[in-house]
């Protein structure tokens, strides 16, 4: 009979903490406790998991203690002081902040593409979980690099509002609303540097001195760990978009070797976790509004650039929350306890 774990979730009423519950749900992950936490706003709040209601707690010495799991979901200073803390209690920590992505001591992981760093015999430990953008676009790499290798990435993305949690969905919906009512409004963003509605914004994140923004340099850094290829080259250019859910990127992938279009398009179907929607003459290729909600990582518009013949564009659409966090949690957490 499967163990039933012992979790805890902080973040659990933010929007990745929101669907990690459902993907408990969904997947019937087994839970003996659930333990959400989330600020001080959120107490006497209950969350609903499996028939049961579970109070909000606020994070607090020894509120780890028994825990088998703790996923982290509020950001890189609460999960800098609290993760090694579960750690210390005992708990695997499964951490979705930056805070320690690219710290050489600890594994960053998306299971279809090097799960096997998590060993079978692994003590508790933080165990993080990457960039949303970045997780997408190794899922549909991998396959390309063990076939044919890789020489060289660009990537440029369309990231929905979402991925800046809560309050940049609310800020895009309450944009949107405001509109129908004065047309002629000037919105006061909040949570984007700009209006996002009817806008383009290519900035996610501070700037570096090279004119790099905090996700570019996420999705770099992030891509060559996860790859375990330290000089691979890869160039990222991060762009919010008003959609509600789910990111899209464009890819050029230089490979190692020349393939056909049928030898790419096989390489990239027959990996786990990874759909091809690629009918161009009939419009059919992924969409934001369609991946939203589903777990997959979508990819289309798969063709050569004529002037570069071992070089490759594709269309890459993902569920940020979905597989760009939560889910992709999960899986570690299933690869953990092997479920
Ligand atoms: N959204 C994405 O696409 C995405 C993808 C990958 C990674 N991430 C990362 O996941 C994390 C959460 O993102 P999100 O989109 O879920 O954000 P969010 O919707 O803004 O939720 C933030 C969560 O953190 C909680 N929180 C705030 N202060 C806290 C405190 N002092 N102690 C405990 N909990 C506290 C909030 O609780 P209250 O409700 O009480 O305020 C809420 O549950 C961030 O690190 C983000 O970078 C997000």
């Not at 090279?210 to 080259?233: A, N, P, Y």
Request: proline share 5%.
């Amino acid at each position: 009979m499967t163990r039933k774990l012992k979790v805890g979730v902080v973040g659990a009423t933010g929007m990745v903490g929101q669907t990690f519950m459902n993907i408990i749900a969904e997947r019937e992950f087994p839970i003996e406790e659930l333990r959400p936490f989330a600020s001080e706003n959120s107490l006497g709040k209950k969350i609903e998991l499996q028939g049961k209601l579970w109070p909000v707690q606020v994070l607090s010495e020894n509120c780890f203690d028994g825990l088998d799991l703790v996923f982290f979901s509020s950001g890189d200073d609460i999960s800098r002081e609290w993760a090694p803390k579960a750690v210390a209690s005992g708990a695997f920590a499964v951490d979705n902040s930056a805070a320690f992505r690219m710290d050489p001591n600890t594994v960053l992981i998306v299971p279809e593409v090097n799960g096997h760093l998590i060993h079978s015999d692994s003590k508790p430990q933080i165990i993080a979980n990457p960039n949303c953008s970045t997780i997408q676009l190794v899922v549909a790499l991998k396959p390309l690099m063990d076939k044919f290798g890789i020489e060289d990435v660009r990537v440029s993305t369309y990231q929905a509002v979402s991925g800046a949690g809560k309050e940049g969905h609310d800020e895009l919906i309450s944009q949107t609303s405001a509109q129908t009512k004065d047309d002629s409004i000037n919105h006061t963003p909040k949570t984007f540097p700009h209006q996002i509605l009817f806008n383009c914004i290519p900035q996610i994140g501070s700037f570096n001195e090279e004119g790099f923004c905090s996700e570019e340099v996420k999705i770099m850094t992030e891509t060559r760990k996860i790859l375990g290829q330290s000089d691979l080259k890869i160039s990222a250019f991060t762009v919010r978009i008003p959609a509600l859910n789910a990111h899209s990127e464009s890819v050029w992938v230089t490979l190692k070797e020349e393939a056909s279009r049928d030898q790419v398009v096989d390489a990239l179907q027959s990996f786990s976790g990874l759909i091809v929607q690629d009918e161009p003459q009939k419009s059919i290729y992924p969409l934001a509004r369609d991946v939203s909600g589903n777990d997959p990582v979508y990819v289309g518009r798969i063709h050569r650039d004529p002037e570069q013949p071992k070089t490759w564009l594709m269309w890459v659409v993902s569920d940020n929350i979905r597989k760009g966090a939560a889910l992709n949690g999960i899986q570690i957490a299933e690869k953990i306890f092997k479920f």
